[in-house]
């Protein structure tokens, strides 16, 4: 069956230094891949999104995340963390039957230390 | 700018109650989606409806129903709550996805309704 695992269900950083989180999907067919961000109370929004363009993709907020096809991952960076940067994220990868469906990981929740 | 909406924030009732959550879309959007979000275990799909009056069941359906009578509207529905009820059950909406197209397969939510049964 398809999977998410995002390594690492809490992450803390200090405001200023590199976000890291990581993502790995399985998927038979070539994937789209999304990341999502959760703020505190609210719905989730989209961060950024890979649908088979450019490996690197840039989203809003000043995060990116790299396809890397070998190692099934896609993992989302940010070169230096805001204390605005604290939420939950969520990886997800499109369901290879139906692309308009898409399974999440367990979710990151990002903490920013100042 | 896409917006989502649902009936409630937060909902308490009562074990074997029938509850009854909405949602409404306003961009027009054939698919809609009802998730289950629970800690450690991300957002679970409950339903999915691709056009008024289709559904199909996603991951957890069991115990839940949904309605869509209109294309802006879709509802939740337990039939008779549970306690392993009690969970923050998302909405979303989306277009159809079209190869190539790099717009589509975004999925826009809700704010959420956290609903405790007791």
């Known amino acids: 069956a398809q999977s998410v695992t995002q390594l690492g269900s809490h992450v803390s950083v200090s405001e200023g230094a590199l976000v890291l989180l990581r993502c790995n999907y399985s998927s038979s067919v070539p994937p789209y891949l999304f990341w999502y961000v959760q703020y505190p109370n609210q719905g989730l929004q989209l961060l950024l999104k890979?649908?088979?363009?450019?490996?690197l993709v840039k989203g809003i907020n000043g995060f990116e995340a790299e396809f890397k096809k070998s190692e099934t991952s896609f993992h989302l960076t940010k070169p230096s963390a805001h204390m605005s940067d604290a939420a939950e994220y969520f990886c997800a990868v499109s369901v290879e039957t139906s692309y308009d469906k898409v399974i999440f990981g367990p979710g990151t929740s990002l903490s920013v230390i100042p | 700018d896409v917006k989502v909406t649902q009936s409630s924030r937060y909902l308490v009732k009562r074990t074997g109650e029938k509850v009854f959550l909405e949602c409404v879309q306003d961009m027009d959007h054939e698919n809609m989606f009802w998730y289950r979000q629970d800690p450690g275990l991300g957002l679970r799909l409950i339903y999915f409806s691709y056009d008024v009056k289709m559904k199909e069941k996603g991951d957890i359906p069991e115990g839940y129903s949904v309605s869509r009578e209109k294309k802006e509207r879709f509802s939740l529905i337990l039939e008779s709550a549970s306690t392993n009820q009690t969970s923050m059950y998302l909405c979303a909406s989306s277009f159809p996805g079209l190869a190539g197209d790099l717009s589509s397969y975004e999925q826009y939510f809700g704010p959420g309704t956290r609903l405790t049964v007791t």
């Open positions: 890979y649908t088979s363009a450019a490996t």
